[in-house]
């Protein structure tokens, strides 16, 4: 995967860099509750300073459908970014016209502007080519540091793209890297883990990485669906029983591409979900009564997958093995992730997750910074995953 980077951006003293960023953060009371966004940014911003150029910062927050709603202001963010980085953050009321290009003219070099939301145009959502042009005529280079957003093909990530010289930030760069050591050209032989709960969300992922696996464990609900394909009596468990022929054609495409595919041996089944609640552990293809859910992987699934992780060199992850919110049912999922952890942390295997539910579970073990690379970007992340071309990226490419 060859894209342009900041290594190729020469003689930034004095321009304006345009910048977009992911700063769609969690906020309560016009207050920002998780910082992890911004925190993400600081690297690349911090470098174009460092090279004397001004920072225009474009961003989205919300959905708030091409009109100005004043709760949906990224001006908020403005406090926390200037606490964050240790330098003045200068805000613009909007993201183009004559304010906007004002507002840039009285940052020194070095300086630090957040533009208004890209979202309170309509031109933003359908990459209007006229709303692009406005935002190139803001700056002399754009930088796309905003991975979780490179799957939509907006003005401010694509477009603009194409009307400026365009490179990968510090952020967006690390992301592609990661991604590329997982599933473009990876040390083989290479695992994969898809977790959740519906085999339909996930069925451009699961015939993607069959044939470019070498083995695949499916868990969570999605591996109810597959016994269930397999004549299996689940009982009361989540399944997508209307999937199976589905689930029997993945099963002979992994087949015959040589995936091996690691389905539960034994699972966890209980009568309700809730904390503490009695629990029997069962062969899969075990009775398990109507009233009874698998609700997590056994410890016999969980040993063989990590023999997999232990003679593979790549893992790449998405989704949950279980209800990992609830316990005992996160059982497989925290025992998965540690030995992940371990195996990534001595240098054994490159491990790279993301998807939202896969980096709350591995928060929930506790391996989160054990692992090679987690992306916070949930639909791009499972679009590349799915071997879907991702415009913000693309517009990226040497």
């Not at 145009?121 to 930088?143: C, Q, S």
């Not at 109810?224 to 399944?239: C, K, P, V």
């Not at 992987?297 to 893992?315: D, F, H, N, Q, Y």
């Not at 939202?356 to 590349?384: C, I, K, P, R, Y």
Request: aromatic share 4%; charged share 25%.
């Amino acid at each position: 995967m060859t894209f342009r980077t900041l290594d190729d951006a020469k003689d930034l003293a004095g321009k304006t860099a345009l910048v977009r960023v992911d700063f769609n953060v969690p906020m309560e009371g016009g207050r920002v509750t998780d910082d992890t966004r911004l925190r993400a940014a600081l690297p690349t911003i911090q470098r174009l300073r460092d090279a004397g150029a001004k920072v225009a910062l474009l961003a989205h927050f919300d959905r708030p459908k091409g009109k100005r709603v004043p709760e949906m202001s990224l001006q908020p963010v403005v406090d926390d970014l200037e606490r964050l980085l240790g330098a003045p953050v200068r805000f613009a009321d909007d993201c183009v016209g004559e304010e906007a290009k004002a507002a840039i003219a009285d940052v020194d070099p070095g300086g630090v502007i957040l533009l208004e939301n890209v979202r309170f145009h309509a031109g933003e959502e359908k990459n209007d080519p006229a709303f692009a042009a406005r935002l190139a005529e803001l700056g002399d280079l754009y930088v796309n540091d905003a991975f979780s957003a490179a799957h939509r093909a907006h003005a401010s990530t694509e477009g603009l793209a194409r009307l400026l010289p365009a490179y990968a930030g510090e952020a967006m760069k690390r992301e592609l890297e990661a991604l590329d050591a997982a599933l473009g050209n990876p040390v083989k032989p290479v695992l994969g883990i898809v977790g959740g709960a519906k085999v339909s969300t996930k069925l451009d992922l699961l015939k993607n990485l069959v044939g470019r696996l070498d083995r695949l464990a499916i868990g969570g609900g999605m591996a109810n669906t597959f016994l269930f394909a397999q004549g299996i009596d689940i009982g009361g468990s989540l399944a997508e029983r209307d999937m199976a022929d589905t689930a029997r054609e993945i099963i002979a495409e992994a087949e015959a591409k040589g995936c091996e595919l690691l389905l539960p041996i034994d699972v966890v089944v209980a009568t309700e979900v809730k904390p503490g609640t009695e629990t029997r552990t069962v062969l899969a293809r075990e009775e398990i009564g109507d009233d009874e859910k698998i609700l997590d992987a056994g410890p016999l699934t969980i040993e063989k997958l990590v023999k997999a992780m232990a003679l593979s060199r790549t893992l790449i992850w998405n989704g949950p093995l279980g209800v990992f919110e609830v316990p005992p049912f996160d059982a497989a999922t925290v025992k998965a992730a540690q030995a992940a952890g371990q195996l990534a942390t001595s240098g054994a295997i490159t491990a790279v997750a993301g998807g939202g539910d896969t980096v709350s579970a591995l928060n929930h073990a506790g391996v989160v910074d054990q692992m090679t690379f987690v992306s916070t970007a949930g639909g791009a992340f499972l679009e590349w995953m799915e071997g879907k071309p991702l415009p913000g990226v693309e517009a990226l490419r040497v």
